[in-house]
């Protein structure tokens, strides 16, 4: 991951930036569950809701909304200038290379990198890093907040959470394993068409199309088999993955409800575990796909780190 370390340090100050959106807005957003908690068990009581308390919480909604549209709109041009940084570097290395390198370059090769590697790793960049990072921040940020409000019933509801994360992990090896056949057979489809185009000239002189395009037909069959297989895959083991993620929030309606009943636990405190529950465990059922999609990018990674060239001071001008 050392090219994903020169890419943050090129764009440090937006990195940062986006980490600190993405870190205020899960604070705001624990702090306005916080209040509604408390607005709730004053209702419960039937007291008066104070006008400081009715301010603070339409304030802190403000504050959550506009952290939150900040964080998005930082977090897509942090992904934009990383993307554009990327493709810069693969230019940038062709254009350095000696004329009679760049001469000896296999074209296939290096459009099936083009096609492959680095429209893959600029999608994961786009859709994926800032997303989850969010969400492995809101699991760490909402969890330690419930262990510290009511550390019981945090342990007791929660526990099988990390009993499926073991499920998660094994089931994304293997979705990982699919997605990379997949796209290695994207790539010798591309392969094959570069040495189409290559080649089209003798292919006409000798009247061979039929026959270059009897292999390029197979090759296509090939990808379409493990595009196939991979989304069939990925379904079976994240549809697991999702029935396994409710047993957590049928726990806390269980234990939850039962000492809400007992008056061991307040409506609002109740209210604030079933509203968050979803940062906790509700990440799991898409977790074997974004482990799987992270190896992946990691994989696409290592194979273009030899051909990236950042310049000295890119990126923070």
Known sequence: MQ?????????????????????????????????????????????????????????TMLAMGMLNFAGSYINGYTCEMLTHDLRMGYARYFSQLPFAESEKLNAGEQLSKLQNEIVSVSAYLKTDLFLVFGELLRFTMTFTWFILINPALALAVNLPSFIIIIYVIWSSKIIGLAIEQSQQAKGEMNRYTDTLLTLFPIIRLYDSLRMALTGYTDAVTVWENHVIKAERTRARLMSLSGFLSGIPLLLLFLIGGRMAISGTLTIGMLYIFLNLSGNVSGVLPNMPGRIAAFRQFSANMKRLAPYIVYTANEGEK
């Open 3 to 59: 090219l994903l370390f020169k890419m943050i340090m090129k764009r440090k100050l937006l990195v940062f930036a986006s980490i600190a959106a993405t870190t205020l807005s899960a604070a705001a957003m624990l702090w306005w569950n916080a209040q509604l908690g408390i607005l709730i068990d004053t209702i419960t009581i039937s007291n008066p809701i104070p006008h400081s308390a009715l301010i603070l919480a339409i304030t």
